[in-house]
């Protein structure tokens, strides 16, 4: 079974400066899809960004960007020029390509924004 | 935004009453899913659907049926709601057609069991 493992319970950043979350999975699968969703106090889960395994561009979105490592199994998240609406939490997780598309989970990272 | 609703919002029941909720989604997707988020668990998925009448059981299960007679509705059933099942109850939409295999959310339940 896929597993996904957030090592960063909480983070904190200063407005307008940089940060990374990380996140590592553990797959026998070649073929798969991995994404950062981020929760704000709201509750509602927005994706943030998704990776398809078999690219090797990673991508962006905005101020939002993510470095793949497959052959290391991570996948990193890293928010440029934070902002105080970046405040939430953030889920990695993993989805088989194909078939029923069930998504893993990882714990969460909560991340603080300081004015 | 997704066409995908959650009812009820907010629940609060007694120990070994039987409780239902229910996901209502207006987009026609085949891929229908309940998670619970727990803190310091992230959300883990209890049950999904690939199309009506078709079920199938996921990480926690336990406790836990659904049902889905129509496309839109996606119901998870509580038999003999037990302490452990408070939670926030997340329901999800998905459809093979999207090849971003995006997962839609809706704006979840929180149930608490007294």
């Known amino acids: 079974a896929q597993t996904v493992t957030q090592s960063q319970p909480e983070m904190s950043v200063q407005e307008a400066e940089t940060v990374t979350l990380s996140c590592t999975y553990d797959t026998s699968e070649s073929d798969y899809y991995l994404f950062w969703y981020k929760q704000p106090p709201s509750r509602q889960m927005i994706l943030v960004i998704r990776q398809e395994a078999y690219k090797q561009q990673n991508a962006t979105e905005n101020r939002f960007s993510v470095n793949f490592q497959k052959a290391a199994k991570s996948f990193s998240l890293k928010i440029s020029d934070s902002q105080l609406g970046d405040a939430a939490m953030y889920f990695c997780?993993?989805?088989?390509?194909?078939?029923?598309?069930?998504?893993?989970f990882g714990k969460g990272t909560k991340l603080t924004v300081n004015p | 935004d997704a066409g995908i609703t959650q009812s009820p919002r907010h629940k609060v029941t007694e120990t070994g009453t039987p409780v239902t909720l229910r996901c209502h989604q207006t987009?026609?997707?085949?891929?229908m899913y309940w998670y619970r988020q727990d803190p310091g668990h992230g959300l883990r998925l209890i049950h999904y659907s690939y199309g009506v009448k078709d079920t199938d059981k996921g990480e926690v299960s336990d406790g836990y049926s659904v049902s889905r007679s129509k496309t839109e509705d996606f119901l998870l059933t509580l038999e003999s709601a037990t302490s452990s099942q408070t939670s926030v109850y997340f329901c999800?939409?998905?459809?093979?057609?999207?090849?971003?295999?995006?997962?839609?959310f809706g704006p979840g339940t929180r149930l608490t069991v007294t």
């Open positions: 987009e026609n997707h085949r891929y």
């Open positions: 999800a939409i998905s459809d093979l057609g999207d090849p971003s295999y995006e997962q839609y």
């Open positions: 997780a993993y989805s088989s390509q194909g078939g029923s598309e069930k998504l893993v």
